[in-house]
């Protein structure tokens, strides 16, 4: 049996490694007043230290979302299983019980790898990508063994503080082992001064976390994407023909879903500011052939126009355009899962709430009575959160709470003074809440717990 005990699971990575004020930010909110008056000082503690764990390995299963407007569900699993097994001696499959367009499959992990004396020290976003199945790219590796060659045996660390010099020899610096691996590359190619190296660089082939590799696989039929990413579609609840914003979309994973989710009948404009995400946006759109999404290189603050007669198709729009607006907010990504190290100051992570409200307030401006909008990111903070809700229904008396479908998260954490029907409301994807469990409950009854850690809220303008 090459598998960590459920005993031995917390101790494969330390607890994510952050600055002392960062810490101490994240205690106060998850160790807040109104937590300890319902759950006490033990539980909240408990809570708080599951997650420093819990955010430093990667969830234990891997989320595809099938394209299920080009073929059924069960005609994609098929296929998937098929293109799988030729690259795993056997694939597990799963449909979500309740989100009908997702595909799980479990992730062996951690397992017991032996460490090699050869090591390569890689970015630590390159590492979090090592963690969910992928091999390591040439641009991600930092450090390597003086005279390493193509197919020599080596072992990868993750570079825990960012401080290895490219083309460092023999890095002692902080860092954490994800695997073993055969170099596809010699030394000298990956370093050489003029063109930057691309394409694989080690070929990972005895991972602590083992995930099958969908490069190549059903392109135009399968998209891997974070579970609570897709429920934030389906919470969206777009219709044939409605006209759909998405405000802040690369690299457009949640554009093309809500076009799937519409037939691809209808219109879905995405706005993102940096020209070469738009690039991605279109990209994707083209693969799974979606032929509604319009993206535009426009800052989402500066979408609606004061011009009521404006009738060009690009931004800015006229107030009131459109039937449906998805604010997938720009954060400060605290509930990525893996993520081993965080280097922000708390300035920081703490400077996202008045970019958030200025989008929020064009997204009211642009969305039709009786439309909905839906406010999501991808981290844990009380600030990005359940506070940016409270004060939207202070600032917007014309928007109510929505109840969301499907729910499959926790409700919303307490801290923000919301009532208990407000929070029923909210959907927050909380894997300190399961992580005691994620080791030894099946795959379906863990999938909905052991997520990255993600926040939803669904209005509606009366």
């Not at 691996?181 to 080690?202: H, L, M, Q, T, Y």
């Not at 579609?233 to 759909?244: A, F, M, N, T």
């Not at 809500?258 to 083209?286: F, H, T, W, Y």
């Not at 795959?443 to 909905?448: G, K, Q, T, V």
Request: with cysteine.
């Amino acid at each position: 049996q090459n598998k960590v005990t459920n005993k031995e699971i917390k101790r494969v990575f330390p607890r994510i490694s952050m600055k002392p004020e960062v810490t101490e930010y994240l205690k106060s909110v998850y160790i807040n007043k109104e937590v300890l008056t319902v759950v006490g000082p033990e539980e909240a503690e408990r809570r708080f230290q599951n997650l420093l764990t819990c955010l430093s390995h990667p969830p234990s299963y891997t989320c595809v979302r099938a394209s299920t407007h080009l073929a059924p569900l069960e005609e994609i699993h098929h296929q998937l299983g098929e293109d799988l097994s030729a690259q795993e001696a056997s694939v597990h499959i799963l449909p979500h019980p309740q989100v009908k367009d997702v595909l799980l499959l479990p992730v062996d992990g951690p397992r017991c790898v032996q460490q090699l004396s050869s090591e390569v020290v890689v970015g630590a976003q390159c590492a979090n990508a090592v963690l969910r199945g992928a091999n390591v790219f040439a641009p991600g590796i930092l450090g390597s063994p003086k005279y390493m060659k193509v197919g020599d045996v080596v072992s990868v660390f993750s570079d825990l503080e960012g401080r290895c010099t490219r083309g460092a020899t023999n890095y002692q610096g902080k860092k954490v082992f994800v695997g073993n691996g055969v170099a596809k590359r010699d030394r000298s190619s990956i370093f050489c001064p003029g063109e930057p190296a691309r394409g694989v660089g080690v070929q990972m082939v005895d991972p602590l976390y083992r995930s099958p590799s969908f490069d190549g696989v059903l392109p135009s039929l399968v998209f891997l994407q974070n579970l609570p990413s897709v429920v934030v579609g389906h919470v969206l609840d777009p219709h044939p023909g409605e006209r759909i914003l998405d405000m802040c979309a690369a690299p457009g994973g949640k554009t093309c879903h809500i076009a799937a989710l519409m037939g691809d009948q209808g219109e879905v404009v995405a706005l993102d500011k940096i020209r070469s995400k738009i690039a991605q946006i279109q990209e994707n759109a083209q693969i799974l052939r979606l032929q509604s999404i319009k993206a535009f290189c426009f800052d989402g603050t500066k979408a609606v126009s004061s011009d009521s007669t404006q009738t060009s198709e690009g931004p800015p729009f006229p107030a009131e355009s459109f039937d449906r607006v998805l604010l997938d907010a720009p954060c400060s990504g605290l509930g990525q899962r893996p993520n081993m190290s965080i280097t922000w100051s708390l300035k920081e992570i703490c400077s996202y709430q008045p970019l958030q409200r200025k989008l929020f307030h064009t997204a009211v401006r642009l969305l039709k009575k009786g439309g909905v909008l839906v406010y999501s990111t991808c981290t844990i903070t009380l600030a990005e959160n359940e506070e940016q809700v409270a004060w939207a229904l202070h600032t917007f008396p014309r928007l109510t709470l929505q109840l969301q479908k499907p729910h499959i998260g926790a409700e919303g954490m307490l801290g923000a003074g919301l009532s208990s029907e407000q929070l029923h409301l909210l959907q927050r994807f909380s894997p300190e809440l399961s992580w005691d469990q994620t080791q030894t409950t099946s795959l379906p009854c863990r999938a909905d717990g052991d997520t990255i850690g993600f926040f939803i809220a669904k209005f509606m303008k009366t």
